[in-house]
């Protein structure tokens, strides 16, 4: 990437913090608005998004098997945000927040992230937004969050963790 093209990223994710940080609810808006946040896409190297692999006819992950990784399906939001703040992590690890894949990504832990997850839910819902996550910086780790609108019409909610 040319620095001409750098430099109109960060721009680019600055107005997204921007407006991102004035349509959150208060108190996650200062939380966000104290983190640092990047927009070097190596801060998603642990990314691992699903997909269908149409070879093993499988669900797999965009970076190929990932021994603990989970999908789980979801009809409703309302469902995969009860299930998420139900989900117990092991630990708690430093990692990216996210909303676009392209950034920014914000430095938060996994642990914020599941305390902060009813205000995400309603900045999702508000801005029909649901592609978003949190992702490890030096661990294999993670929670993303993704809808999948089908040809079939099965739109469904779904979450992959893994590592956490």
């Known amino acids: 990437m040319s620095k001409l093209e750098q430099k109109l990223k960060e721009n680019r994710n600055r107005r997204a913090r921007e407006r991102l940080l004035s349509s959150l609810d208060s108190k996650f808006s200062s939380f966000l608005s104290n983190v640092e946040f990047s927009s070097d896409v190596n801060c998603l190297k642990y990314a691992a998004f699903s997909t269908w692999d149409m070879e093993a006819d499988c669900q797999t992950t965009t970076r190929g098997k990932i021994s603990d990784w989970n999908n789980f399906t979801f009809k409703t939001w309302q469902d ?85």
């Open 80 to 164: 995969l945000i009860a299930f998420l703040k139900n989900y117990k992590i092991s630990q708690n690890l430093q990692g990216y927040f996210f909303i676009d894949i392209d950034g920014p990504y914000y430095s938060i832990n996994s642990q914020d992230f599941m305390n902060n997850i009813e205000s995400i839910s309603e900045y999702a819902l508000s801005n029909e937004g649901y592609d978003l996550g949190w992702v490890g910086s030096e661990s294999d780790s993670g929670i993303i969050v993704e809808f999948n609108h089908t040809s079939f019409c099965r739109n469904e909610f779904e979450i992959s963790i893994w590592g956490i």
